[in-house]
């Protein structure tokens, strides 16, 4: 066997090996991808996106309103991180970024759906807020057996009217535990009555006297009607903004869409204020593909954006529910909107 031959078979030997462990070994990274989008006055998993209840007859629409979202691919090989540096449409970034090391993996899928729960009560709230709904004090969650349910209001507790949480803890104060009160509430506008035994406080309230009815409760604008979300894989805070706009165009004086195809990001407070969010040049390229006109940017993202727009899709510059409504009516009637 000549030198020559014997240093081919070496270099074919070591080439295998490295090709072996580009294409096998895996690095601490991950890939950010475009997720999936959804509309949200339509159907997403098979799933009504907005789901409203009550006597209310909702407006039709021909448009969208899509949230967008960052898909996450993990235990990436060498070759696929490499590949994915050299890819516009993906962003590689180290493991612990998504996933903190003292954080397990599952407290913080909690923590995304949790965030996701939380844009979902919020845009309720701006949605309603914006529509001059009044402030209620608004049940979360009932108590096992009662007659209270999810979205109802909270109008008296002993003979006591309740304008506020803190009506809610004065009043509850001077009630002992083991007290079977009677609550005057509303069931989609409707009065209703009822009677809750109060129990003892707990946690941080524990031996602070008085009482609590065991309700979950969220002071926020209430309606005659009641708004829920189809549960889905969706996680982050970062819908906000489209679902609220979901629920003005299902329940508002008309739609908003105009028949177009608007997309968006962005999270939302309960007074309407829009926020930046993560991954928006990735949720900017999904919005392209499926056929997006115009999307919605939160102001303090537009530097990001505008990096690498795609081609043909209008980047609003937005920073608040008022600016998202005022932009989708100019764009509707073909004037100037501000831009990123």
Not at 160 to 165: E, H, Q, R
Not at 313 to 318: D, G, N, S, T
Not at 322 to 333: G, Q
Request: aromatic letters at 6%; a neutral charge.
């Amino acid at each position: 066997m000549s030198r020559r031959f014997q240093t081919l078979c070496g270099g074919v030997v070591v080439l295998a090996v490295l090709l072996l462990i580009v294409l096998t070994v895996k690095v601490p990274f991950v890939a950010e991808v475009p997720g999936p989008t959804a509309n949200t006055i339509g159907k997403y998993d098979g799933k009504q996106v907005i789901k409203v209840d009550g006597d209310i007859k909702l407006n039709k629409s021909s448009g969208n309103l899509n949230l967008t979202t960052v898909g996450i691919v993990e235990n990436l090989t060498v070759f696929q991180a490499i590949e994915g540096w050299f890819d516009d449409g993906v962003s590689v970034v180290p493991t612990e970024v998504i996933y903190p090391p003292n954080v397990s993996r599952e407290a913080t899928d909690k923590q995304n759906k949790a965030d996701y729960d939380n844009s979902e009560n919020f845009a309720v709230a701006a949605a309603l807020g914006h529509l001059g709904y009044p402030t209620k004090v608004v049940v979360v969650t009932p108590p096992k057996g009662s007659d209270l349910k999810s979205g109802d209001a909270i109008d008296s507790v002993g003979g006591t009217a309740i304008t506020s949480f803190a009506d809610l803890q004065g009043v509850l104060k001077t009630i002992a535990p083991d007290t079977a009160v009677e609550v005057g509430y509303q069931h989609f506008g409707v009065p209703a009555t009822t009677s809750i035994t109060t129990q003892k406080p707990t946690g941080k309230d524990a031996g602070s006297g008085g009482s609590r009815l065991g309700v979950t409760v969220n002071a926020r604008p209430y309606a005659p009607f009641n708004v829920t979300f189809a549960q889905n894989d969706i996680g982050g805070p970062s819908a906000g903004l489209m679902l609220t706009l979901g629920v003005l165009d299902l329940v508002g004086p008309k739609s908003i869409t105009g028949g177009h195809f608007i997309a968006g990001t962005g999270t939302i407070d309960a007074e309407g204020k829009v926020g930046p969010i993560g991954g928006i040049r990735l949720k900017m390229k999904k919005a392209a593909e499926v056929g997006a006109d115009i999307f919605l940017a939160p102001a303090k993202n537009c530097a990001e954006a505008m990096t690498d727009p795609p081609a043909n899709l209008k980047v609003a510059k937005i920073d608040s529910l008022d600016s998202a409504l005022d932009t989708i009516a100019k764009y509707n009637a073909g004037e100037k909107f501000p831009t990123c």
